[in-house]
């Protein structure tokens, strides 16, 4: 059980308007893809250079680890017994691997978020926001 004297009750929205949820919602479909094109042919034009990061997220739902989850849950001021919440259902995760007809022994899974929860996109949006930030901190929007 999470117990934390310094968690703040949350008094308000905990993500920021263009948190990462959207904005990585943004960031991979066409128009925008589009948009980055213009804006490097515009600025190369110039004589600029242009440098480009992409990161693959395909399995990264999957990396999430949850005790870092919770601590980034926690320096967003959520309610304690929401963290309860969420810490239990992080870790009543168990697999139990088939191969044929044969089982394997049950075990804890310490990463990931499951797929197909309506909370998991918040979750993993949160556990990335960190990065994001940094990424903005360190382009100006001089074009």
């Not at 480009?52 to 997220?57: A, E, H, Q, Y």
């Not at 049950?106 to 940094?134: H, M």
Request: charged share 15%; hydrophobic share 45%.
């Amino acid at each position: 059980m999470i117990t934390d004297n310094n968690v703040k009750p949350s008094v308000g929205p905990t993500l920021p308007p263009n948190s990462t949820w959207a904005s990585m919602a943004l960031m991979v479909s066409t128009p925008v893809i589009h948009d980055n094109r213009k804006i490097v042919e515009r600025l190369t034009s110039g004589g600029n250079t242009v440098n480009l990061c992409s990161i693959d997220l395909s399995k990264a739902f999957d990396k999430v680890n949850h005790y870092g989850l919770l601590i980034k849950l926690m320096k967003r001021y959520l309610p304690v017994c929401f963290l309860d919440i969420i810490e239990h259902w992080l870790n009543i995760g168990h697999l139990v691997v088939r191969w044929n007809s044969i089982l394997s022994y049950e075990f804890v899974v310490n990463f990931g978020v499951r797929q197909g929860s309506v909370l998991s996109p918040f979750l993993f949006a949160v556990y990335l926001d960190d990065i994001w930030n940094w990424v903005n901190q360190q382009i100006s929007p001089s074009y």
